[in-house]
């Protein structure tokens, strides 16, 4: 009787103790880690100008960035409807009375997709998705490309004059 209760005694110092190590080391049931940081989806793009020149644009899913082009300015935000497409939807906005309007939306996927109405961009790609520990919120950084371009808030930029954000850039040919 003894014994029954000394390894029964060891069997619940075994469970708690393994319990403990689960809790504490931020592993759940379900085999997720808890790690007190949320993810955000982050679709990533390559935008091509009239002028031949590429920027490779990473940018939190439904957030806007702006092109600036010599003066004329749009707004553009990549929203995904469904993550298992391979297929985002971009807004294409541009100032009217103090506001951003809508002008154009385009349904882009992993072949370059040709827009219009949008100063001087004419095409662009999806060149996939990825996750952050980062969360979208305040502003993002600001590129000035070989032409004069400014690129402004997306999560990070890369072309061939510049980069910033945490990106690690391709080089371009």
């Not at 708690?16 to 949320?38: D, P, Q, R």
């Not at 997709?113 to 979208?136: C, D, H, Y």
């Amino acid at each position: 009787m003894k014994k029954i209760k000394t390894a029964r005694a060891a069997l619940v110092v075994l469970f708690v103790l393994a319990g403990m190590s689960i809790v504490g080391s931020g592993w759940t049931g379900a085999g997720a880690k808890l790690t007190g940081k949320t993810t955000a989806r982050v679709v990533e793009m390559e935008l091509t100008f009239a002028n031949g020149d590429i920027a490779r644009v990473s940018q939190f899913d439904s957030v806007p960035f702006t092109i600036e082009d010599h003066g004329k300015l749009i707004s553009l935000v990549p929203v995904v409807r469904d993550w298992k497409s391979n297929t985002i939807q971009v807004e294409i906005s541009q100032p009217k009375g103090g506001e951003m309007r809508a002008i154009e939306n385009f349904t882009i996927g992993s072949e370059p997709t040709k827009v219009s109405r949008a100063g001087g961009l004419t095409s662009i790609k999806l060149n996939g998705f990825s996750e952050t520990a980062a969360s979208p919120g305040g502003k993002g950084c600001c590129v000035t490309d070989c032409s004069g371009r400014k690129i402004c808030d997306p999560l990070c930029v890369c072309t061939k004059c510049g980069a910033c954000g945490p990106c690690l850039c391709v080089p371009f040919p």
